[in-house]
């Protein structure tokens, strides 16, 4: 069975070579995106003039099948933005905890400086990895990509995993990326603004 797309997220997201997760503060919001894109790709969600609208189709990965559930039942639509930047935690734990329960990865808890909780990824198998950052590069550079693989080509740059797609190659496939932006969904454009917005926030309290 082909992993979920907010899996392939998480997993392209992992440095092997240092053993520990990138992206530290707005991981999660590229899996949101991820989430929304891949509920779009089958036919649950729907563009109403730039707010996601749930359509009549059943999911059963339960990942999904929440994001679903809150843009069901939300008093009135929001825009995609809105649905990117919303519950970017619980989407990190329930992505990380599902590749827990899938033995993909393990994790452990332990304390940086005795003092500060954190938590140490560690992937079983290496080549997984190896294997999504192989799918990026041959979207990336032309190559036929499906649905699938130009959303997560797509996510990585817009979501920053520069250990997958660097900031020199988004400047040089800039018309490629493009592209395959606009074949993934309005979830894209959105993740750009939350990021944008995340990064300023840093800056001005920094």
Request: with cysteine; proline share 4%.
């Amino acid at each position: 069975m082909e992993m979920p797309l907010t899996s392939q997220v998480y997993l392209l997201a992992y440095n092997t070579d240092k053993g520990k997760l990138t992206c530290n503060g707005y991981l999660g919001y590229v899996l949101r995106a991820a989430a929304l894109t891949e509920l779009c790709h089958l036919g649950a969600l729907s563009d109403a003039d730039g707010k996601p609208r749930a359509t009549n189709t059943k999911v059963t990965d339960p990942v999904l099948a929440e994001v679903l559930h809150e843009i069901a039942s939300a008093a009135k639509p929001k825009k995609w933005s809105w649905w990117v930047h919303r519950g970017q935690t619980p989407m990190f734990r329930a992505v990380q905890q599902r590749l827990v329960d899938d033995r993909v990865i393990s994790t452990e808890r332990y304390r940086i400086l005795g003092i500060f909780p954190a938590t140490r990824v560690k992937i079983h198998e290496h080549r997984t990895v190896a294997r999504l950052r192989s799918t990026v590069s041959h979207a990336l550079h032309g190559g036929t990509a499906d649905p699938v693989d130009a959303a997560l080509t797509a996510l990585a740059a817009t979501g920053e995993i520069r250990i997958a797609i660097s900031r020199a190659q988004v400047r040089q496939q800039a018309k490629r990326l493009e592209s395959l932006t606009r074949q993934a969904g309005p979830a894209l454009p959105a993740l750009r603004k939350v990021i944008r917005d995340h990064h300023a926030a840093n800056e001005s309290t920094g």
